[in-house]
């Protein structure tokens, strides 16, 4: 049994098998086409955090594959009522066949996979998002073709999304040229790294952008950090991809967000709503490498 907590779990091979089939399952969800891989299988859905990408992409994909799902947040289930986590594994993982969770600390992700029966995947985490970041490598594959060998700016929060970024370039043989304020600087532990050479850091946002094959960026306030909103609001006015920055960047570099955005923070509208802006895409996608990934996890490599 395998879990998907965080994006090193994963190895290179395993990356390339899951993008060729997100984009076999798209082509065939673009022609109404039927891919029931999963009837009968059931998908439970406990969010901690709020969600809109991440909720309705493996709702529906969990339904497009013929499966369904339950749905359970902190509010109406017993987790909020500090049930331990691993009975609450114990239990869940009894009747449903796979579990996706999003949640505070990744330890706490960590306890509930310890105790399940079946895969768990991480729907986003303090420390990581590792479905976004499949989902953003396979819209640059799309628009552009293989990552390896490339470079990716990333301007803003030494965040989740960021150390996701970080294992994903150790893994696929790409750079990530981080530009954080000071006081938010990634702390590459966590990511883990065997390839420290596979990021770079730069006090100016605009260095991070030059030449870069792909620039992006998040809010400057995760979720569970908002009591900090207005000192982040100081620290990071400089941190906001604007025409300059991509300018700075390949002439046809992309602009990812994982969204939501907050235009006028992180990004300015002319990039977010530009020509060079591919997030819809990116959006879109997460419905794709899921089904993907969930298909994989239960049945193994499907040839079919
Ligand atoms: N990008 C992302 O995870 O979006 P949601 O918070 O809406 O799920």
Same mark, same amino acid.
């Given at each position: 049994?395998?879990? =998907?907590?965080?994006?090193?779990?994963?190895?290179?091979?395993?990356?390339? @098998?899951?993008? +060729?089939?997100?984009?076999?399952?798209?082509?065939?969800?673009?022609? @109404?086409?039927?891919?029931?891989?999963?009837?009968?299988?059931?998908?439970?859905?406990?969010?901690?955090?709020?969600?809109?990408?991440? %909720?309705?992409?493996?709702?529906?994909?969990? @339904?497009?594959?013929?499966?369904?799902?339950?749905?359970? $947040?902190?509010?109406?289930?017993?987790?909020?009522?500090? +049930?331990?986590?691993?009975?609450?594994?114990?239990?869940?993982?009894?009747?449903?066949?796979?579990?996706?969770? %999003?949640?505070?600390?990744?330890?706490?992700?960590?306890?509930?996979?310890?105790?399940?029966?079946?895969?768990?995947?991480?729907? &986003?985490?303090?420390?990581?998002?590792?479905?976004?970041?499949?989902?953003?490598?396979?819209? @640059?594959?799309?628009?552009?073709?293989?990552?390896?060998?490339?470079?990716?700016?990333?301007?803003?929060?030494?965040?989740?999304?960021?150390?996701?970024?970080?294992?994903?370039?150790?893994?696929?043989?790409?750079?990530?040229?981080?530009?954080?304020?000071?006081?938010? #600087?990634?702390?590459?532990?966590?990511?883990?790294?065997?390839?420290? +050479?596979?990021?770079?850091?730069?006090?100016?946002?605009?260095?991070?952008?030059?030449?870069?094959?792909?620039?992006? $960026?998040?809010?400057?306030?995760?979720?569970?950090?908002?009591?900090?909103?207005?000192?982040?609001?100081?620290?990071?006015?400089?941190?906001?991809?604007? $025409?300059?920055?991509?300018?700075?960047? %390949?002439?046809?570099?992309? =602009?990812?967000?994982?969204?939501?955005?907050?235009?006028? #923070?992180?990004?300015?509208? #002319?990039?977010?709503?530009?020509?060079?802006?591919?997030?819809?895409?990116?959006?879109?996608? %997460?419905?794709?490498?899921?089904?993907?990934?969930?298909?994989?996890?239960? &049945?193994?490599?499907?040839?079919?």
């Amino acid at each position: 049994m395998r879990h =998907f907590l965080q994006f090193s779990d994963l190895n290179a091979a395993e990356c390339a @098998y899951l993008f +060729e089939r997100a984009a076999l399952i798209k082509k065939k969800f673009k022609a @109404y086409e039927k891919h029931h891989s999963l009837v009968d299988r059931t998908l439970a859905m406990i969010f901690e955090k709020a969600s809109t990408r991440t %909720r309705v992409s493996f709702e529906a994909g969990m @339904y497009q594959l013929g499966g369904s799902v339950v749905h359970l $947040t902190t509010g109406d289930s017993q987790l909020g009522r500090a +049930e331990p986590i691993e009975d609450s594994a114990k239990v869940i993982s009894r009747m449903v066949d796979l579990v996706m969770i %999003r949640t505070y600390e990744q330890s706490k992700l960590e306890r509930f996979a310890a105790n399940s029966r079946v895969p768990v995947i991480n729907g &986003l985490t303090n420390e990581f998002h590792p479905c976004q970041i499949l989902a953003d490598i396979f819209t @640059y594959i799309e628009h552009r073709g293989s990552i390896r060998g490339k470079t990716v700016a990333w301007v803003g929060d030494g965040n989740n999304m960021a150390n996701t970024w970080l294992q994903a370039a150790d893994l696929l043989g790409f750079k990530v040229h981080v530009s954080t304020p000071s006081g938010y #600087e990634i702390d590459q532990s966590v990511a883990g790294l065997r390839r420290p +050479e596979s990021y770079q850091v730069f006090k100016n946002p605009l260095d991070a952008c030059h030449q870069a094959d792909l620039v992006t $960026t998040d809010v400057w306030t995760s979720m569970g950090f908002e009591a900090e909103n207005e000192v982040r609001k100081k620290a990071f006015a400089r941190w906001c991809v604007d $025409t300059e920055m991509m300018s700075a960047a %390949r002439p046809d570099a992309l =602009f990812m967000h994982c969204l939501p955005a907050h235009r006028g #923070e992180e990004v300015s509208a #002319e990039v977010i709503d530009g020509g060079q802006s591919v997030v819809w895409d990116e959006a879109e996608n %997460r419905l794709h490498v899921q089904k993907a990934l969930m298909e994989w996890l239960l &049945l193994g490599q499907q040839t079919t």
